[in-house]
């Protein structure tokens, strides 16, 4: 008995705990109480550049790049064992009826389909979950070809919204299974899931089921849904630029802009339109390395054009009349289908800037506290992308090197100039180094092989790039500097440099740009610091946990 009780003792305290902060947990509590709840409680300020939404560009209504993603995901085959997981069985399926091919296979296999798991986040107590990603491609699926039944016939129409379809009325599930309500779903889980179970209410309401529980604006749905939309679109994405969850995200956003109310569509297409201007800012003919908060293992990946974003991107460019770009997809071909399938086009000014940086610009956004900025700055023929900070194992950050992109054919990290420091551990990193025309990191500057310097001397070296591109930098163990200066000889540039800069000591914390500011730096900042401190003397913000959504100059001309 005295064991007993003793067990009992140490329960409690466990127990207990578990209660108090189910009840701390009132963002939760009111969620289930009072309806729409905020996803991550920050305010971004706006900032003084809002994102274009204005369409006036002629698309194409056919896409040979378009039709050879469905042909490459058609050919896959489809094993019993990838109907009991997450994978491309689905995308597969959509793909081949985009075609309408094997349609009589493609109906014998969605009719053998169950439902294998739960949605949201999969963890040791809840290792089925994640079905919510064959659930959106499905959802795909029923809603594009759900009125064909030479397409779908009727007893697997059935089969998907009775069965397959798993998620209906109006719960809305803001946190992961099986956490009691204390950790929150992820952005891709959350749009994914709920998204879904929107889109199945709407299906079954249009096809004249008038039982309230389907009825999205009476359970609910719609306005706890446009919440999470709002939030996103004005304060961004919590999971910015990750690997590989960008990808999913934006597939449940194309779901939701293409299928759903007008006022829903209109969300959820303001929060592409946000998601693809962070994109064309920071990018150079689709070259892309930022920050991202998600995941740790996705360091090591090196490649400039060919993350899950770019797929969607690259597809929508294949139904514009530009030919001239990079078309290789690489592995998230299964991104690439979505963004091939859909109806959602970009603005005219995200395919304008991918492109086209006019007289260059100097651009910061803010993600909100404990969070990493992105800091861009272009010329006519070249950008420089800030790498970001790590703020501590737990905020799942990926720190990037600095990058300069010019216009040539580069793809991969060690074919393009690049710095970060100290060391070659990220989390060390604070790579915020990045000014208009400058960059500075606390390790040595990368040159890739073959690219010989014009001239060099001591760490002093210059280098001519494409299209009057010319770079100076300074380069040591614990330093790098980086300007860059277009229509200038390069040779005369790196006089001038010099010659505005001779003490290598006062380099360490200050940078002189001939006939131009003087800019002070500290390449050793705190993790919530920014690198740059001030120019000509004037502070600089250095808090970017308080900076806006996006904040900058940019005056750019549509090309004709």
């Known amino acids: 008995m005295k064991a007993k009780k003793v067990v009992m003792y140490y329960l409690a305290i466990p127990l207990g705990i578990l209660s108090l902060l189910i009840v701390l947990n009132n963002k939760q509590l009111k969620s289930w109480a009072f309806g729409p709840i905020k996803y991550r409680n920050v305010e ?35 094993t019993e064992e990838m109907l009991l997981k997450k994978g491309n069985t689905a995308r597969v399926l959509l793909a081949r009826l985009m075609l309408k091919q094997h349609v009589d296979e493609v109906n014998e296999i969605i009719q053998k389909m169950t439902v294998w798991g739960n949605c ?3 963890w040791p107590l809840n290792p089925k979950g994640d079905y919510d990603f064959p659930l959106t491609i499905l959802t ?41 309500g204390l950790v929150m779903e992820t952005e891709n889980h959350l749009l994914m899931t709920e998204g879904s179970r929107y889109l199945k209410n709407r299906w079954l309401r249009l096809e004249g089921n008038t039982d309230s529980r389907y009825d999205n604006v009476q359970n609910g749905m719609e306005e706890k849904l446009l919440s999470l939309l709002d939030e996103m679109k004005t304060n961004g994405l919590y999971e910015f630029n990750s690997i590989p969850y960008l990808g999913y995200t934006i ?9 759903a109310s007008d006022k829903v569509r209109q969300s959820a297409r303001d929060v592409l339109d946000y998601i693809n201007w962070s994109y064309a800012l920071n990018s150079l003919h689709l070259k892309h390395f930022p920050p991202m908060r998600r995941r740790y293992e996705k360091a090591s990946i090196e490649e400039l054009t060919t993350d899950y974003h770019a797929a969607f991107v690259k597809s929508w460019l294949s139904y514009s009349q530009i030919e001239d770009y990079d078309k290789n997809v690489g ?33 910061r956004q803010g993600h909100g506290p404990e969070a990493s900025p992105e800091i861009s700055s272009a010329g006519k023929n070249f950008l420089i992308s800030a790498g970001g900070v790590n703020r501590g194992r737990s905020s799942q950050i990926v720190a990037r090197p600095i990058c300069l992109f010019i216009k040539d054919n580069a793809d991969h990290l ?14 060390d990193w604070n790579n915020t180094g990045v000014y208009e025309d400058f960059a500075c990191a606390a390790g040595p500057v990368s040159v890739p092989k073959g690219m010989d310097a014009v001239v060099k001397e001591g760490n002093w070296s210059s280098f001519s790039g494409a299209n009057g591109v010319s770079i100076v930098m300074y380069s040591s163990d614990s330093l790098g500097v ?14 001038e440099v010099l010659n505005n800069n001779p003490d290598s000591g006062r380099l360490n914390t200050q940078f002189q740009f001939p006939g131009g500011p003087l800019l002070t730096y500290d390449v050793n900042a ?12 004037q502070k600089l913000n250095r808090d970017f946990d308080s900076w806006p959504l996006i904040e900058g100059d940019l005056a750019i001309e549509k090309s004709p």
């Not at 809002?50 to 490459?72: G, N, Q």
């Not at 699926?141 to 397409?151: H, Q, T």
């Open 414 to 427: 060690s074919e393009i100039i690049h710095l970060s420091g100290p060391g070659e551990d990220f989390m």
């Open 120 to 122: 949201g986040s999969s």
């Open 482 to 495: 980086i300007a860059v200066f277009e229509d200038v000889e390069a040779s005369a540039i790196f006089e």
């Open 251 to 259: 597939t449940a956003l194309l779901n939701l802009e293409a299928f």
């Open 44 to 78: 971004v300020a706006t900032g003084n550049m809002p994102v274009p939404h204005d369409r006036t560009l002629a698309w194409k209504e056919e896409s040979a790049f378009a039709d050879s993603i469905y042909s490459i995901l058609a050919k896959m085959p489809i």
């Open 526 to 537: 705190e993790k919530d610091q920014w690198v740059l401190v001030a120019e000509d003397g």
């Open 140 to 180: 795909t699926i029923l809603w594009k070809f759900g009125d064909d039944p030479a397409v779908i016939y009727p007893d697997t129409k059935d089969h998907l919204v009775d069965v397959l379809l798993s998620e209906d009325g109006g719960r809305f599930s803001y946190t992961v299974p099986r956490t009691l």
């Open 331 to 363: 592995v998230a071909i299964r991104h690439a289908v979505m963004g091939a399938c859909m109806p959602y086009r970009p603005s005219d000014l995200f395919v304008e800037v991918l492109f086209n940086k006019g007289e260059g610009y100097f651009v």
